[in-house]
C-alpha cells in the first residue's frame, strides 16, 4: 500500500484535478479487467486499443485514481502526464521500493540463445546452493516455484511485483531474458542490472522494428542502462564473434568481459569437438582453463555455455561448480530436445524460429546424421514476414527433405504464410502439410533408421494459437505418439 502523493514524488511534472492528500493505492493496474477497489489505473495507448477507454470501467471496479494523458470525466483524481508508458516503469518502480536494488540482477539479451544461457547461468546458481528468481520465455520462476508468464519480458508491473517477491524470498540473484521489444518499450525502466549479457544478433522482429539497426539499438539499450557507477561492480558480457559486438560494447560505460572462439576474448573456446552425444571443448577463463564434456549439442551451445560461464564466474560461482553444471547439463525443454524411440530414428524437437537458429540447428545434425534429414518448420502468423523465404532456403538446403507446415498462424491463413515461405524457392525437395500433426506424422512415417527428423519453432509450447482459438499442441507429445503407433 502506498499513498498516492508519496508515489507521485517520482513524477516531476503532472496535472491533478483534485486534491488527494489521503488516497492510498493497493495496486498498480494497466489493465482494467485487473482493477480492484483501491487500484491506480494507468491508461496505456497500446499497439491495439487505446486504454483510455477503458477509464471509466476501471473505475466502476473501484479505482481509486486514474493516470492518464488527457482530462477525463470520472469522479477520483485524475493525474495527467505526457506519457503514461514512459512513467509507467517509474511508478512500477516506486510502488514496490526499487526490489532490483536487493539483489544482484542478470539481464540476457540477443536474438538467439537467451532462454539457454538464463537457464544455464540459473543452474550455476542453484548448484552453487544459491536462490535464484528467473523469468522468460518459459515461464517466471522463483526457487522452484512456477507462474506463467504471457511475454518473455513481462510488462513493468508485473516484472517488479515478481522481483519484490525474490526479494522477500531473499534471492542470491534474479536471472532474465530481456527482449528487444521490452527494451524498445522501457518495460525494464527502473531494473538495476548488475550484468548484461549479448548472445548474438540477427534478423528477427522485423514486423516490429523498422530495420536491422532500430533492432540493434533496441538491443544497445540495456549495455546503456548498466549506468556509469564504477563503485558498483557492473559488467557488460558480449559475444565478440558477433558483428554488433562494436555496436554494443559502445553503448556501455561499464567494463566489457568479451567471450568466442579465440584467444582474443576472455572467455574462449578451443580444440571443440562436435560429437553425436554433446561437445568437448577447452574452456579458458581469467584463473584457469577446464576441460568440458558436454551433452549440449552444437557450436552455439558452446557459445551458450561461454556466455553463462562469464556470467556466474563474475557472480563468484567457482570454476568447479560451473563445469560440474556445463558437463551435467541436459538443457532446455524444447531446445534441441531429442525424443527417445526404438525405431533407430533421431527425433529433436527444437525451438529454432529464426533464420540464423534453423541453420545453426540444421548444421549441427548435419555433423552426426548418417542418414537422411528431414526438417518439420512453419513460420508464426503476425510476425516478421521477410524471415519465411529465408528459413524455408535454409530447410532445403541443409536437409534433405523439409516439410513445411503451420506454426502459430494467429490471424492470418497458414496457406498464404507457407505460400510466402515456398514462392521464391528454386528447391524442390520439400512438401506442405498444413496441418502440423499430419506433418509430424509424414515425417515419422517415411524416416528410417539413422535419419533425423527435425521439428522445428515451437519447442517447449504446449498450444497453437489458430486464428483467436488456442489449441492444446505439443510437439514431444504429438511426436511421441506417432513414435508409438
Ligand atoms: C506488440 C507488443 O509488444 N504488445 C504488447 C502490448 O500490447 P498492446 O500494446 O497491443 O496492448 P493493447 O491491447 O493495445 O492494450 C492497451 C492497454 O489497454 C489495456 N486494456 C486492453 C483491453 C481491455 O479490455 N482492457 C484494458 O485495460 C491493456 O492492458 C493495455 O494496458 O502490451 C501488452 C501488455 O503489456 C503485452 O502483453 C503485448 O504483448 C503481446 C502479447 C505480444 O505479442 N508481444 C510480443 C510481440 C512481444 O512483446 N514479444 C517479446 C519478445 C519475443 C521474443 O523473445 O522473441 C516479449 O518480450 O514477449
Ligand atoms: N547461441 C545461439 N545461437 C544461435 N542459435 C541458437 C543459440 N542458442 C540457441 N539457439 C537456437 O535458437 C533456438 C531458441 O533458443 P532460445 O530459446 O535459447 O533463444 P531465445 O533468445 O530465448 O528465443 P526467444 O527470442 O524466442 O525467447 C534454439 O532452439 C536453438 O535452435
Ligand atoms: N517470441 C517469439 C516466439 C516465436 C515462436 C514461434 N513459434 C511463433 O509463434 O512465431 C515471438 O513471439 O515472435
Ligand atoms: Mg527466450
Known sequence: MKNLKNLLKHIPSFQINSLFDDVTINSIEIDHREVKPGSLFICIKGFTVDGHQYAQSAYENGA???LAERELDIEVPIIIVKDTSHVLPIIANAFFDSPT????LIGVTGTNGKTSVTHLIEEMFKRNQQK???IGTIEMRINDHVTPVKNTTPDAIFLQKSFKEMEKEKVDAAIMEVSSHALDQGRVHGCDFDIA??????QDHLDYHPSMDHYLFAKSLLFAQLGNDYKQRKFAIINMDDSSSEFITRATAQPVI???LTDKADFYAVNIELKADGVTFDLHTPAETVKINSKLMGLFSVYNMLAAAAAAY???IEISVIKDVLDNTTG???????IANNRGIGLIVDYAHTPDSLENVLTTVKTFCKGQIFVVVGCGGDRDKSKRPQMAGIACEYADKAIFTSDNPRSESPEAIIDDMISPLEADNYQVVIDRKEAIQAAIDQAKRDDVILIAGKGHETYQIIGERVLEFDDVKV???FLED
Open 479 to 481: 511426436a511421441k505418439q
Open 314 to 316: 563474475y557472480s563468484n
Open 258 to 260: 568479451s567471450y568466442g
Open 132 to 134: 535464484t528468481g528467473l
Open 197 to 202: 549479457v549479448f548472445t548474438n544478433l540477427s
Open 64 to 66: 481509486a485514481a486514474i
Open 332 to 338: 532446455v525443454k524444447g531446445r534441441f530436445q531429442p
Open 101 to 104: 536494488r536487493k539483489f544482484p
